[in-house]
């Protein structure tokens, strides 16, 4: 059965999605097969191409106009600013919704936006995307079959380079768009994936760091982490690690093992025991996703993580299994928004922070 | 302008070959814009799935009725011997042409297809799809700027690792079918490349190997190699290296540098100068087809290369460029089977053999 | 000229710095000639095998008997609580002294070290070893040319996992004779080495660890880091992280380059620019240390670091050049231990804490 | 009980086999332990530098003269025409010997030093080096054991790039004095490495280069082989490939696995099950050779395998095992050399040669 999608944002984001929503319609036994019917966006003529391009029936600079009868899955891919009350309409007209990472631009917002839309009874989806990449889902395996025995320790990073000669003038660099810099736009993945591997964190203590004189947003966050598990922690985000392109990376400890990630090298996991790392190869048929793709071997790319993403919201819309645990519901985006402002006070107050005191 | 595409074939290639047409459709900028109208194949029943999966207008188990008014390119993704027949009847017929590799099952039937498609005046290429990984394209820039300077050494080879558990009903195991093993399947891959970055290969020495008792195809090949340009090196191919998945690498040595890369991590080139390897992510702005997709880091997968090789074609069809020299064409086919032969020849006389020699 | 060398400890560093003491020996070009002339230890037997193997003259029980005539070097390679009364003794004789890290068992204890060494007038290194590593050298040639222009981050980790099975009768778990755990044992590493190459450290956040009910001393720290110079780090030391052996490792990012190191590779630096890191095999000729050993290529072990250090040591007291800048000065002894009591402090009181603060 | 050795040759090799007598020396448990009690050259002004670098007692400029009474050890590093006669001649003397590799310079010549020193009933090892490497003698221990089940795929190179810009007046570019080029010093090392762990080989092709105009040695070689026990590979080796420094690198796949090294990584082997390589640090405790030295993750150098060498010649000398099979017996030098022979031949014939038949 076809299910109409209609979608909030057209640029980097919105052409992600869209070739994604495209992909995951030629899927083997979809009970669902999405079909893009709408768009809006801030410029026609963009829009236009955009529409051209994806093959979208109807376009709009009102994204009100999304909300319609041919619509019943709404993407918001808009800017952090956007995503509170577009969501939240959407999801009281019954759309089933999907919203970009960071759900609300700190806590508060998340919470508010989890709270309506959970009222409206629809699914939803915090679209944090790293979740759907094969590598991280057979991590997530491994440690929930308790491989690693306890956990000692987990760092994550998410170092990019761009920062320094970044093109201010575009909304990731206004305060009041974005939310925060490198917090919400790297930071929030890593928190997200160190909660979805290794669970709740408890204590934060940490810094921020703006390079750039007058920047609006911060450059960088560093924070050492305390899991409610009992594993301790490094976690960091930066725009300003020149030689990394787009390193998220993480390396778990436990007794009996270890698990080593670099989204530079997306399509492998390098899995210890206690005579050192096995580079595993992601893509065997029995790995997660890989029935959709490719013999051993034939990695897949960056953007393949938005058709898994896809699929996983159209099984949670058709019944097939919850969002959760292994899509990040907007609960998971309020509580990943409240590592990341424990993170922020504790870089203000010089204090450590217990993220649970962060609840409102 | 639209341009419709009829496929033969609905296997793995038809499936890889679908969904890039449907991935270039999205492309900026094209002048012509592909549409899949037909697919043919031998079960009814999968063809069907496969039609609906993929929105093909019509299927058919006789390839003949590709040959109609709403194609104007024919993509022969068959089985090898199933290549000469329909990719020449469709020249005939003022189709353009994509031929999957090899081209034919040896050099006198891939020159015999050559010869025919020629005559007919379509525009042709010859699937060597690596040739659209853009580490492989750089390494063609860096080769032609002559930033190596005088190229010394190359080494190639395709390693896999599942020959020894493979199911031999399925047509590659098919002497008559496929014509060889491991050479026409994995040995013309890096045969094509090696001419696509070094040159002309003038002499070769080696061995075939069957490591499992009446199989009748070649399990493995093993080469060395004297260029026409003066470098020396060795190539290799085998679906019996336990621990690579799709080792597919290369690495080429000159006086002022030399070139790495290695399939399993298609996103890289490794670049030295005297004083070791840099590790370049082929993803920067300015790198070969990047401009298509993602911010820097943001890496692409095995099956965008056809994508890639679909825009190509298409560009050639429009006049824009040529097949060649960094698509395949149909020469290249030949005279990447006539290397192969020379191999095939070497290792059963015991000789080294002249390439040269191996013209018909 | 020969130097007579005097050595209190017999263990794991005894062993080390006896053999490099033999190997710089066979130095061309040294002004002093170091020969191990006596060794104290606590077990006779082992003292007399000990001297056996490594042609030592004479051994004792008492440490006292080595500030003695032969005696011109005084070694201190004994647990952390035997490091300052020794040193100091041999100091106010009139030997030179090494001792080996942490140079106290916190900050004050290293001070009155520092101090009554200065007024006794003798050369005094303070044995961080990984600073002759080459490697690491060539790191800091290429941050004080100013290479990587400011810089924005910098991550130390000392990742050790022989934590867990860990025999606990051993002196680094009793916290007397200790002072810390893995905080002295491995933090004190990196801590000097971050020092060493991006420069003083003003405040940190943190935390500590005991993964083994009733430890006495710590599994693990981690930190964030806020350098002088406007950097920012984190830094985490542990005997808990499994899948690691010894891998000591740095990245440092600046605005326009960054390198990386790891001690489980140690004969290599990555050297990045802006579009990626290039793995530099630090063997060629002209690279520190270098015309001591091989060809290029030829790698060397973690043993070499301790002949560089004694060559070292040998040619500050010569008068060629300083213990400082290039190997560690008891002062330097005294700022890590600085560093470390600020990280404990950090994560006592869960507060940043400002590291100035800490001297007394 | 001290044994005196004599050493021929007083370069690179000579300071390496120094340093080694000098550091095996410490041991524990030897039952001989070596002293250098002379050395032989060309230069007096270097002997006498060197003696007093390595306490040497005594010098000379007559090879002759080490054939004496405190010499039970004669250590051979001159260069390949002086193999044979001072060889031959010191065995008949009674002395023990050590070869430096290739034990000839050609077949012929190391079937005439092994059978005369067979003759004489000493003990005789041919300094293949790289055999005490850790990683490669758990290699051998790993096929050994038949972990890796039958053998199907072995790639050996030894790759280096100092080629072009050589000093040519050295004796290895001397025709005489050397026999061959990259094919005696580079070559020799991979085909005693091919036998050591893959077994004899039967069969080989190949191609013999010289690229630069006039040189009287070759500068590379590659081949094809074919193993008697049934695998196939290829050889290859060079003083042109610009970006290694020192790779001696192997690959050897099997039916249950894999195995890879490369000595510009020492330390380290990779090992394959199925599913991917996991790289071992081959320095935990119960690793080869590691109970000689330090705490896992403390890496030994390339001049520690010479240390190991003498410790496995002391040992046959005493009596506890024999040179081989994990040393290199005379025999072995002479089976190496009927490797490099042959592909000599195969390059010039342009004809598959069999080993077996080079036998005179």
């Known amino acids: ?69 041919d619509v019943a899955v709404f993407a918001n891919l808009g800017p952090n600013a956007l995503h509170a009350v577009p969501t939240i309409e959407a999801a009281r007209a019954g759309k089933h919704v999907l919203c970009e990472k960071p759900l609300g631009r700190d806590a508060q917002e998340a919470l508010a936006i989890e709270r309506e839309v959970a009222a409206a009874g629809v699914t939803a989806l915090c679209a944090f995307n790293y979740r759907f990449v094969p590598a991280v889902r057979l991590a997530r395996q491994i440690l929930e079959a308790g491989d690693l025995g306890e956990l000692f320790h987990a760092r994550f990073a998410y170092l990019q380079a761009w920062g320094a000669d970044a093109d201010e003038s575009v909304w990731r660099f206004d305060a009041a768009e974005a939310g925060s810099g ?141 969002v959760g645990p292994y899509g990040a519901t907007f609960a998971d985006g309020t509580a990943a928004a409240r590592v990341c402002d424990a993170i922020v006070e504790a870089a203000r107050t010089e204090r450590a922070v217990h993220v649970a005191s962060a609840e409102r």
Request: charged share 25%.
């Open 182 to 322: 490198a917090l919400g736009d790297l930071a929030s993945h890593v928190v997200d994936l160190a909660r979805f591997l290794v669970g709740e964190i408890d204590v934060v203590t940490g810094l921020e760091q703006r390079f750039v004189a007058g920047r609006a947003v911060d450059d960088a966050v560093a924070a050492t982490l305390r899991f409610a598990g009992g594993a301790v922690g490094t976690l960091e985000a930066t725009r300003f690690a020149t030689g990394n392109a787009n390193r998220l990376a993480f390396e778990i400890n436990g007794a009996h093992g270890a698990l080593r990630f670099d989204l530079e090298r997306l399509n492998e996991l390098e899995v210890a025991d206690r005579h050192g790392f096995r580079r595993i190869l992601v893509t065997e048929p029995e790995h997660p996703f890989a029935a959709r793709w490719w013999p051993h071997g034939h990695g897949l790319g960056w953007d393949h993580t938005f058709a898994h993403e896809w699929a996983h919201l159209l099984g949670a819309i058709a019944g097939d299994h919850g």
């Open 1 to 69: 059965m076809d299910i109409g999608v209609g979608m909030l944002g057209q640029g980097f984001m919105g052409r992600a999605h869209a070739l994604a929503i495209g992909r995951v319609a030629t899927f083997e036994g979809l009970a669902l097969r999405p079909r893009l019917v709408a768009v809006a966006g801030r410029d026609a003529a963009r829009l236009d191409a955009f529409a051209e391009r994806f093959a979208v029936e109807r376009v709009t600079t009102d994204w009100r106009d999304l909300i319609a009868a």
